[in-house]
Structure formats: C-alpha cells, structure tokens
C-alpha cells in the first residue's frame, strides 16, 4: 500500500542520514523486490526467485 511505501521511504531516509550517506534534501531512494517460492514443508527448497528492480521509487521530500 502506499501507506506502507512512505514507511518504508521515512526508516530508508532516516538510515541513510543517520549513516551519513545522504541528507535529506538530496536523497533519492529507489526500492528493489525479491520475490522467493519455496517448495512447502521443512526443506523449503528454492523454487524461483524474482527481482524486480524500482518496484516503487520513493517520493521526494513525502517522508511524513
């Protein structure tokens, strides 16, 4: 949801300020998705894995 995305956006702008990678007028944040299926049951064997590169972009300057 969107709202789950501005989480997002705010804890990734956070760590990066607080790791001195970015303030928070220039940071841009891109988020990427790996989708994993696993066979069921214990063994939970990999059966596909999936990147999908800017699943969302966070909004600049929206982290509230």
């Known amino acids: ?3 789950k ?3 997002l956006a705010r804890l990734a ?10 303030d928070e007028e220039t940071i841009s944040i891109r988020f990427d998705v ?3 299926v696993l066979t ?7 059966l596909r894995a999936e ?4 699943a969302f972009i966070a909004p600049e ?3 509230e």
């Open 1 to 3: 949801t969107i709202a």
């Open 5 to 7: 995305q501005r989480q």
């Open 13 to 22: 702008q956070a760590y990066l300020v607080k790791a001195q990678l970015g």
């Open 34 to 36: 790996v989708s994993v």
């Open 40 to 46: 069921p049951g214990e063994s939970g064997r990999v």
């Open 51 to 54: 990147l999908t590169r800017g």
């Open 61 to 63: 300057g929206d982290y």
